[in-house]
């Protein structure tokens, strides 16, 4: 199982991204896919995830800013980030559950200044 993220790159406050996870398996086989996060210093911190494909739920600290989505076709889960502020500043990482495993991706810098 692979995961491949991609999107992150220097943003100015208030500006958005979109980040891009790829996936090798089918989605309807995951259990959970989302997104964490780790900031300079800072723990790893869960932000948004995807239940069976219906149910989100999203850290207090991104939401209602980051929506997370996927299209099946494509086999790729999204982060779309608005609103940026400093704090988003992170290496930013999908994951994936899947046969009682989870996979991580690679990670991807997210740096948000002026």
């Known amino acids: 199982v692979q995961l491949q993220a991609s999107g992150g790159g220097q943003v100015h406050p208030g500006g958005s991204l979109r980040l891009s996870c790829v996936v090798s398996?089918?989605?309807?086989?995951?259990?959970?896919v989302g997104w964490w996060r780790q900031g300079p210093g800072a723990q790893r911190e869960l932000i948004a995830a995807?239940?069976?494909?219906?149910?989100?739920g999203y850290a207090d600290s991104v939401k209602g800013r980051f929506t997370i989505s996927v299209d099946k076709a494509a086999s790729t889960m999204y982060l779309q980030m608005n609103s940026l502020t400093p704090d988003d500043t992170a290496v930013y990482f999908c994951?994936?559950?899947?046969?009682?495993?989870?996979?991580w991706g690679q990670g991807t810098q997210v740096t948000v200044s002026s």
């Open positions: 994951y994936g559950d899947i046969r009682h495993q989870r996979y």
């Open positions: 995807l239940t069976e494909f219906t149910k989100t």
């Open positions: 398996e089918r989605f309807d086989d995951f259990v959970v």
